[in-house]
């Protein structure tokens, strides 16, 4: 569901949702799902501390939650996303050698975040464990 953040951009709801309300984590609430992008991107950083988005590109096979292919022009959009949500704050890293690079980190609201999506992911993984046991059937 996509809510007017600052300036009039439009981001997604932060928490719940209209169906499910504001206490319950779901699906309907939690962003680049197709890939599931929002959550291995915060687990990534959740585990590296901080990164910049070409490092994190190099290891998203070692995350992914699917056989999707995830385009770096989508990793750093949803960076981008998280960070105007709050989940996650950036800064410019200028130190030598190299050029400059943006660092991204967890914020507090981004570490909760990420239970969130746990316990989405959770929820999901027994709801699939049952479909596929069913439908071995």
């Known amino acids: ?34 890939r599931f992008v929002e959550p291995v991107l915060l687990l990534m950083l ?8 070409y490092d994190l590109s190099t290891h998203l096979e070692g995350y992914a939650l699917t056989d999707g ?3 770096r022009a989508v990793l750093y959009r949803t960076l981008r996303q998280l960070e105007a949500n709050g989940y996650v704050r950036s800064s410019w890293n200028v130190d030598p050698p190299g050029p400059a690079r943006r660092m991204y980190s967890l914020t507090r609201d ?7 999506w746990g316990q989405v992911l959770g929820k999901l993984g027994l709801s699939m464990s049952k479909f596929a046991r069913k439908a071995a059937q």
Do not use: F, W
């Open 1 to 34: 569901m996509l809510v007017t953040g600052k300036e009039g951009m439009p981001r997604m709801q932060r928490r719940g949702c209209t169906r499910h309300g504001k206490d319950h984590p779901c699906t309907c609430a939690m962003g680049n799902i197709y």
């Open 46 to 53: 959740h585990d590296k501390g901080k990164s910049y988005g």
């Open 69 to 71: 292919q995830i385009e």
């Open 110 to 116: 981004g570490e909760g975040h990420l239970r969130e």
